[in-house]
């Protein structure tokens, strides 16, 4: 069965510090992967979305990037971190057969910028 | 611009009260929609999805959504709640001209049900 991986669960980072948050999934070939970020009372907010190794979609602009080394793997990144990237970030992945319906969620990542 | 919009953001009821939670969309062409769950606790998952066909969808532990293309809606609905449906509710569209892989999620609306 397929299964997905987040970690860290939770990080505190002081602004102006980098940042590396890692997803991989198992059981799955070629997934389309996701990063979202939720805030309170703001839903989920699609950053990035991949179909492929290296390719990277960008939803929002902003002091994040995303990457995807290996097909399984998904990085979110950023060189200085800010105040206004606080939240819990959330990696999916779906697949395209039969259809890109379902999303599939990991647990998240809690990250306080200080 | 894309959206999808909740207008109950903090629901509260008793166990074996009705439900209904508003969910409505602006995106342009055809349109898949979706209602995610989150459990307290757990990930989010999906409860149920509307692609074609009957517009009155059912889900999973007696949900059921109702697509009303005219009003752009996509209403999830319960006829009698239970404790354990206390959670967190989030409907989503994705299709149109940006195509499946961009979803555009609501903000989300918490349900507690009282024992």
């Known amino acids: 069965s397929q299964t997905i991986h987040q970690w860290p669960a939770t990080l505190v980072q002081p602004v102006g510090s980098p940042l590396s948050l890692e997803c991989t999934v198992e059981?799955?070939?070629?997934?389309?992967l996701y990063w979202y970020r939720q805030a309170a009372g703001r839903g989920l907010q699609l950053l990035f979305y991949?179909?492929?190794?290296?390719?990277i979609s960008s939803e929002v602009p902003q002091n994040l990037s995303a990457s995807r080394p290996q097909d399984r793997q998904f990085i979110l990144s950023s060189k200085k971190l800010l105040l206004s990237d606080s939240g819990f970030y959330l990696c999916?992945?779906?697949?395209?057969?039969?259809?890109?319906?379902?999303?599939?969620f990991g647990p998240g990542t809690r990250l306080t910028v200080l | 611009a894309q959206s999808v919009s909740q207008h109950n953001h903090h629901v509260i009821l008793s166990e074996a009260a009705s439900l209904e939670l508003g969910c409505n969309y602006s995106?342009?062409?055809?349109?898949?929609l979706f209602w995610y769950v989150q459990y307290p606790g757990q990930h989010l998952q999906l409860l149920l999805k509307?692609?074609?066909?009957?517009?009155l969808v059912k889900g999973i532990k007696g949900f059921e959504a109702e697509f009303i293309k005219s009003k752009f809606s996509f209403n999830l609905r319960k006829p009698s709640v239970q404790w354990s449906d206390t959670a967190e509710y989030f409907c989503?569209?994705?299709?149109?001209?940006?195509?499946?892989?961009?979803?555009?999620f609501g903000t989300g609306t918490r349900l507690k049900v009282l024992a």
């Open positions: 995106y342009g062409g055809t349109v898949n």
């Open positions: 989503a569209v994705n299709g149109g001209a940006s195509g499946t892989y961009k979803y555009i």
């Open positions: 991949s179909v492929g190794i290296g390719q």
């Open positions: 059981g799955t070939s070629n997934p389309n």
């Open positions: 509307y692609f074609s066909g009957d517009p």
């Open positions: 999916a992945w779906s697949v395209d057969y039969p259809s890109t319906d379902t999303q599939y």
